[in-house]
């Protein structure tokens, strides 16, 4: 009679100890949520020459409207431009800076430039993040002869910083995720 009630003790007892770990392994770690993005104004400015700005903004996020692209200008040819990007969630009261948590995070950001049809090149201009890697939130934009064509912007999250061409603004090994992508239909006269 005594083994079956030292049995019983034990198999609670294993029960109890099991129940009660204090193991914090299945507990997840803290969450970073993505950036909610709304506005895109990306600035170039040239000596001699008319700033050209380029916004997207997109009020109701995933909803039903399609963001508003403008345009301001037409770009001179042959010229530098520098260009900035701000990033703006207006979904908020004031609209939160989210460049600056791009900034803070930029070892987990780039910015990836295409030129398609228009005679245009981009160049990556600091700073980097604290690898020495592009984030991309300032660049130049050098134009060519009179064309037109677009010239699209992509953030991603998490890229391969490391891979074959990445640091020199090729998207193609860059992996990560997009946190926003916009084309501007542009000229350059």
């Known amino acids: 009679m005594k083994s079956i009630k030292l049995l019983a003790f034990l198999f609670i007892s294993t029960l109890v100890f099991t129940g009660c770990s204090d193991d914090d392994d299945n507990v997840p770690g803290e969450v970073n949520e993505e950036e909610v993005i709304t506005t895109m104004t990306i600035t170039l400015t040239a000596t001699g020459q008319t700033d050209v700005v380029l916004r997207t903004q997109d009020l109701d996020g995933d909803g039903p409207n399609a963001p508003v692209l403008t345009v301001s200008g037409p770009f001179a040819a042959n010229t530098t431009y520098t260009g900035s990007i701000v990033l703006l969630n207006e979904t908020e009261s004031p609209a939160e800076n989210i460049t600056e948590e791009i900034e803070e995070e930029d070892e987990e950001h780039q910015f990836f430039y295409t030129a398609t049809g228009v005679n245009a090149t981009f160049a990556y201009a600091g700073p980097n993040d604290e690898n020495g890697n592009p984030v991309g939130l300032n660049f130049t934009l050098t134009t060519g002869a009179a ?27 860059a992996g990560g995720e997009t946190d926003i992508e916009t084309t501007f239909s542009v000229t350059v006269q």
């Open 147 to 173: 064309s037109t064509g677009s010239l699209s912007f992509t953030l991603r999250h998490e890229p391969m910083k490391t891979a074959t061409g990445v640091s020199t603004g090729d998207i193609t090994n």
